[in-house]
């Protein structure tokens, strides 16, 4: 069993994803003056040994010196990362392509990646002394949130649109957390907290305060571990927010500067519903920044309607600068997803989940993914939170 001490971290400071200015670490920080998200950075110019992992759990705690957090005593874990990376292999040969693998992240603690995040950033925002959260949430952020401000022993504020599946709803409510359902989409969502907001409330929004990201990060530094440190050749990711692309992206980044991968870097694919799909529109103009996806229809798969990333040009930026692309996926698309995967694999995908497969399936017959190459795609959570949406 682990001694919880003071952390080894190599976090060194916050600073704007834009202008690179530096923030106070030691204070309550949300984004920054040019209303931009921010960024921890480490100092990794002594650097760090692989060997440093030996022997430490399989969580995403096992690399605490790439994580933010200072003082271990603030650790709210349940037990998140650690995730398998399944090789599909049965797939792989019904479609000819041998080195396919699924990154399953639906056993982690409230069922989906979003522990991740939210673990990382309740056990931060404790540290720095904040005592209630507020979140707009499409369902499984929500949960994860008021899972570990109940550990935490923090007040849970979650704002969620009213045609949320009741299962994140009733979820919310065990947890101990005020629930407020909204009608419309997240963005109603924040609008509405923006009007109700307590001062001491802290907004944990996707990439509206640091430490989301870092939580997030991790599944990065496991693929990486998990396939002995060879980078993959394309990581396919359900792209809403979109703070998991981005935090795969700094892991590889930053196991750069350690050495302990090489120069390689995947290609980044951001997968969305048809229905609300703003950073492929913007992809496929070659622009900087995603105009608002106005008026976003209904999907089975909630996380990806989000009609504006608030990350929108770190997404776009990561996509151009590793010829990745971005894809849409409709409904029945999703749903013969699911099917197939499932009937394959054994594996019953989230909705997202199942968009990534069809966009996979699409890279691969138009020949922009080759048989050969190493592939991961992402599976944010279980099928199970979603059945509402199926019947």
């Not at 100092?43 to 995403?60: C, F, I, T």
């Not at 979820?171 to 957390?177: D, H, P, Q, S």
């Not at 109603?188 to 001491?200: K, L, Y």
């Not at 998991?244 to 590889?252: E, H, V």
Request: glycine share 10%.
């Amino acid at each position: 069993m682990e001694t919880l001490s003071i952390a080894k971290t190599l976090y060194a400071d916050l600073v704007c994803s834009k202008s690179g200015a530096v923030y106070d670490k030691n204070r309550v920080q949300t984004y920054s003056s040019a209303e931009k998200p921010l960024l921890a950075r480490y100092d990794l110019s002594a650097g760090l040994e692989r060997g440093v992992l030996q022997g430490r759990p399989w969580n995403m705690w096992r690399y605490r010196e790439l994580l933010p957090l200072e003082d271990e005593a603030y650790r709210y874990s349940l037990g998140e990362g650690g995730t398998p990376l399944f090789h599909l292999k049965r797939a792989g040969r019904h479609l000819g392509t041998p080195w396919l693998y699924l990154k399953d992240e639906a056993g982690n603690p409230t069922g989906s990646f979003k522990a991740r995040g939210l673990s990382m950033a309740i056990s931060k925002a404790a540290e720095l002394g904040v005592r209630k959260c507020v979140i707009p949430t499409a369902g499984n952020a929500g949960g994860a949130m008021s899972a570990y401000c109940a550990i935490a022993g923090m007040e849970a504020h979650v704002y969620m649109p009213r045609q949320t599946p009741l299962v994140f709803q009733h979820e919310c409510a065990l947890y101990g957390a005020k629930v407020t359902l909204v009608d419309g989409d997240i963005s109603d969502c924040a609008r509405r907290i923006a009007g109700e907001r307590q001062p001491d409330w802290f907004d944990i929004s996707t990439l509206k305060e640091p430490f989301r990201l870092e939580g997030k990060k991790t599944m990065g530094l496991e693929i990486v571990e998990q396939l002995d440190w060879q980078a993959p050749d394309v990581i396919i990711y359900p792209t809403g927010g979109g703070t998991g692309l981005i935090g795969i992206w700094k892991a590889f980044e930053e196991l750069e500067k350690l050495a302990w991968t090489g120069k390689k870097k995947p290609r980044m694919v951001a997968v969305q519903a048809e229905v609300c799909s703003p950073i492929v529109n913007a992809f496929a103009a070659d622009a900087k920044i995603a105009a608002p996806c106005h008026q976003p229809g209904t999907t089975i798969a909630n996380g990806l309607r989000v009609p504006a990333a608030f990350g929108d040009e770190l997404i776009l930026d990561i996509l151009y600068k590793s010829g990745g692309r971005a894809l849409a996926v409709s409904e029945e698309d999703m749903k013969t997803g699911l099917k197939e995967v499932a009937r394959l694999e054994g594996q019953l995908l989230a909705p997202e989940g199942a968009a990534v497969w069809m966009a996979f399936r699409r890279l691969l017959r138009e020949g922009w993914i080759q048989p050969e190459e190493r592939v991961v795609l992402l599976n944010t959570g279980t099928l199970y939170k979603y059945i509402e949406n199926l019947v």
